[in-house]
């Protein structure tokens, strides 16, 4: 019999020979916290087993390394043909895949069809019922018996999601792995629609997450064509992927000749929703709440840890995207590396107090405690925000590009942290390096064999061991060094071309000259701001100071009426905004004097703001932050492009002298260069 972690130590040796790297007891100890004398009779058991299935048994190097004595495809055709029988399951992973039987089962299952099932005593599944219970009773569901056997009751939906955290487990049973001809379709049109998704929403799947919706919609289909319905009063809870539901769905039970349901739409929506993204776009009811706590959050984090990571608008988009994916309803198996995880935390104990001190500001919009795994997952994002403004200077562009998720990718950037340093232009998955602009890109840093012609590309395998970061560092020193010197040779002919024309349009006074090199200089190396989401560009023209309001709502309405005149929103819009003042509090008060209304995301025709200075301020009832002098109406179209200019308006707020200089100015002129100037130094 070979159990989880022999198959798991035979994956980790074909990894390490893949990637040419030696593989030897201490890093097995160490991933899988066991002792010597445990691995070394794992070790036994899988030269046994290689053994049975015509291989050669495993050797060992001089040095004490493991390695193979076939080729890597032999050992895992060996692997893939190893039948259920052969499994030795823990119990919690059999009570698992008894779970997911009873909730597929048609009728109930006798404890003797469940043994046979799983090569197991009766006696051994009458010893799992109580585990079998609790496990099934986290997902709403309950175990009944009765004179024909054991079923579960309770909502198709929480059955369906059950299985769907199960699935991977019941499937360890099935000897032919192939897909059927109704599951390669399935297959195939969720692959275009995603790769669709991917190109027109920026919703961006990890490859967990694509799997994930694949083995739901091979459940759905399942549960439908045995007319086993959502039930008929389930609720949607959230509206944001609904569009791409209704999309899929169509597709499949057009394919399949099936009958749409849309309660069978609400619940896809849901797990979309659910699922693990490396980016999205989605808009949900928190998400505003959201990026203005992510905010408040960065700013007490680098309060506490004296670092100035509260300008990084990059860490802002990561932990937004990520908090929105941490505050789940429905369960999801998560298949994260807690070794890894661990070490990311373990690694930086003064990150992780600084994230645990200030996590009520998280919990308070999620309503609920951040798990271990989820703090460590911030722990890491934080860290990779510190290294990202130790990096700034240098001009080196790196891609990486993982099948995990982004905090997988972030574990990644901490271990080579130690060696050198760079600047992280993305993270993305390998399906859509294809899609993917890599004109600016200098080195690609992949963990999955890449196909790329564009530029240099360096594989690696997420556990580094120090002598391969030094090699890397050797390439990006080199690739670094190419690139400072032809910068610094296109500055230089710049620089000459721009005073030598200067010069020459010249008289022989020296004050012109003097004046023409400066002006030319400026125009060139600060020149006017283009970014069209530059504060000082949405707010051309919207600026009114001395205006006068008695109460907070009139200045929100005060606020709002030149973009309502100008068909930015219509009045429910403004509604909108005062009534989720009454609802959720001040939370609009994002930093001192300041007020930020706004509706939802996607309510309103165009990105745009509209700032009034107040003669005298009005309270909110912000504590702290009261009285406030400004309020600055925002229309917002969509979840994203309204980030840059809220991310810089907080940050501007974090400027004292700044602020104090807005509250002083003379005119809406005197702020419009206030703001042009801060935005210039971010």
């Given at each position: 019999m070979i159990n989880k972690r022999s198959m798991e130590i035979i994956q980790t040796i074909i990894d390490q020979e893949r990637y040419h790297k030696p593989c030897t007891l201490e890093l097995l100890k160490e991933q899988y916290k066991v002792s010597e004398r445990t691995l070394r009779y794992d070790l036994d058991n899988i030269s046994e087993f290689l053994e049975q299935q015509g291989c050669k048994a495993l050797g060992y190097d001089n040095d004490g390394s493991i390695r193979l004595n076939n080729p890597i495809y032999t050992v895992q055709k060996a692997v893939s043909q190893l039948d259920f029988y052969s499994m030795k399951l823990t119990k919690d992973e059999r009570c698992a895949v008894i779970a997911y039987d009873l909730a597929a089962a048609d009728q109930p299952l006798t404890m003797q069809k469940l043994a046979d099932s799983l090569y197991v005593s009766r006696s051994t599944i009458l010893h799992d019922m109580d585990e079998t219970k609790k496990i099934v009773s986290d997902f709403d569901l309950k175990l009944e018996s009765s004179k024909k056997g054991l079923y579960l009751t309770g909502c198709e939906s929480d059955r369906r999601i059950l299985m769907m955290n199960f699935y991977q487990k019941a499937e360890l049973r099935q000897m032919d792995q192939r897909q059927t001809a109704d599951e390669q379709m399935i297959d195939q049109i969720v692959r275009e629609e995603i790769r669709s998704i991917e190109k027109q929403d920026s919703l961006f799947f990890t490859d967990e997450s694509y799997s994930d919706l694949l083995t739901y919609i091979f459940i759905m289909q399942e549960e439908?064509?045995?007319?086993?319905?959502?039930?008929?009063?389930?609720?949607?809870?959230?509206?944001?992927?609904?569009?791409?539901?209704?999309?899929?769905?169509?597709?499949?039970?057009?394919?399949?000749?099936?009958?749409?349901?849309?309660?069978?739409?609400?619940?896809?929506?849901?797990?979309?929703?659910?699922?693990?993204?490396?980016?999205?776009?989605?808009i949900d009811e928190n998400l505003m709440r959201i990026q203005i706590a992510a905010d408040e959050f960065i700013n007490a984090v680098a309060v506490d840890l004296n670092q100035h990571i509260y300008r990084d608008f990059q860490f802002y988009q990561n932990l937004i995207n990520h908090l929105q994916s941490t505050f789940k309803d429905i369960p999801m198996a998560s298949d994260s590396d807690d070794h890894l995880l661990q070490r990311g935390v373990t690694d930086n104990p003064e990150v992780e107090a600084a994230v645990r001190k200030n996590l009520p500001i998280l919990e308070?919009?999620?309503?609920?405690?951040?798990?271990?795994?989820?703090?460590?997952?911030?722990?890491?994002?934080?860290c990779a925000a510190i290294e990202r403004s130790k990096q700034r200077e240098n001009s080196l562009s790196v891609l990486l590009v993982t099948n995990g998720g982004g905090s997988a990718a972030e574990l990644l950037l901490m271990k080579l942290k130690r060696y050198f340093r760079f600047h992280v232009l993305d993270v993305i998955p390998e399906h859509i390096v294809g899609i993917y602009d890599l004109s600016q890109v200098d080195l690609i840093i992949t963990t999955v064999p890449l196909d790329v012609t564009e530029c240099e590309t360096v594989l690696?395998?997420?556990?580094?061991?120090?002598?391969?970061?030094?090699?890397?560092?050797?390439?990006?020193?080199?690739?670094?060094?190419?690139?400072?010197?032809?910068?610094?040779?296109?500055?230089?002919?710049?620089?000459?071309?721009?005073?030598?024309?200067?010069?020459?349009?010249?008289?022989?006074?020296?004050?012109?000259?003097?004046?023409?090199i400066i002006s030319d200089l400026r125009n060139v190396f600060v020149p006017e701001m283009k970014d069209q989401m530059a504060l000082c560009n949405l707010l051309q023209g919207h600026i009114q100071v001395d205006v006068e309001a008695d109460t907070w709502e009139e200045a929100v309405q005060k606020s709002a009426a030149p973009l309502l005149k100008e068909g930015y929103f219509n009045s429910i819009y403004v509604e909108q905004m005062i009534q989720s003042v009454y609802t959720n509090g001040p939370y609009i008060v994002i930093g001192p004097h300041f007020a930020l209304p706004h509706g939802t995301p996607n309510r309103g025709q165009k990105l745009a703001l509209n700032l009034i200075r107040l003669k005298h301020p009005v309270t909110f009832g912000a504590k702290a932050f009261d009285p406030v002098y400004f309020v600055c109406c925002m229309s917002t179209q969509d979840k994203e492009s309204h980030l840059k200019p809220m991310f810089h308006i907080m940050s501007l707020l974090r400027d004292k002298e700044c602020l104090q200089a807005l509250i002083e100015a003379k005119d809406a002129a005197e702020i419009m260069r206030i703001l042009f100037d801060y935005e210039q130094m971010l």
């Open positions: 439908i064509k045995k007319d086993r319905l959502v039930e008929i009063d389930y609720v949607l809870r959230h509206p944001s992927m609904d569009a791409i539901a209704s999309e899929i769905l169509k597709k499949i039970t057009d394919a399949l000749h099936l009958k749409y349901i849309l309660t069978e739409e609400y619940l896809l929506s849901d797990i979309l929703y659910n699922l693990n993204y490396l980016r999205r776009n989605d308070e919009i999620v309503k609920r405690s951040l798990t271990n795994d989820e703090i460590a997952y911030i722990t890491i994002h934080v690696l395998h997420p556990y580094l061991s120090d002598e391969d970061c030094i090699l890397l560092g050797e390439r990006i020193e080199t690739i670094q060094s190419r690139k400072k010197n032809g910068a610094h040779n296109r500055t230089f002919l710049r620089l000459e071309n721009i005073i030598a024309n200067s010069i020459v349009r010249s008289s022989l006074n020296k004050d012109e000259i003097y004046v023409n």
